[in-house]
């Protein structure tokens, strides 16, 4: 079932999709050669216990910490781990979540150590650019494949690839809700956008194949040919006045969306 949201349940998404995005500017900050990737889990879940939000991530279906961090060929849930360094020029996928009074917050950055190439820049700056494409797309008439398209034909544009294997998905009272949102044209149901939806927008870019494979830890997930790869990601209300990036500060939106 698809939900649309309240204007208080919005207002609680706000809050948890703040609490997240800030924590992610404190790790990009912290983003030095050396600093392992527990560490960076370690100041996420600080950050959690001084905004009195909780972990959207830890325990859920068994993931043993409360931050995904995925270094240059890793596309997704990467395990932190004390063994796991970071070293100049590398580029790290954060992808983090958080609960507020029963609603979900989850959004993702991916950011370079120190000074990367120049090809691995054009690859974040497309990545989420590609992101924001998607987003524009999310109006009231529009359907999920319209977000689909917007996000592939600009990264493909480039010449990279879009991950097939993930896709975005509903927030809300649960970190994944329907619809699956594919970051590609997929044939077969395609829902209609409506005001009061709430979607997680998170495209996942390749420098080569689409192709992934996950590790023998079961979370990880990698390129499957070592390419690098990128991931942004957004939640977001559709409103009738335009996108809600649930993050940001509050913007204009149609009140009163019926809770289903």
Known sequence: MIRRRSDKALEKMHQANAIVLQTLELLKDALEPGVTTAELDRIASASLVKEGATPAFKGYRGFPASLCVSVNEEVVHGIPSTDKALADGDIVSLDFGAVVDGYFGDNAVTAAVGE?????????????????????????????SDIGFAVSSHAERHGYSVVRDFVGHGIGRALHEDPPVPNYVQSGRDPKLAAGMCLAIEPMVNTGTHEVKTLRDKWTVVTADGGYSAHFERSVAITELGPWILAEPRAVYSEGAKVV
């Open 116 to 144: 990367t190439t120049p090809e691995l820049e054009k690859l974040l700056k497309v990545t989420e650019e590609s992101m924001f494409k998607g987003i524009e797309a999310m109006v009231p008439g529009n359907h999920i």
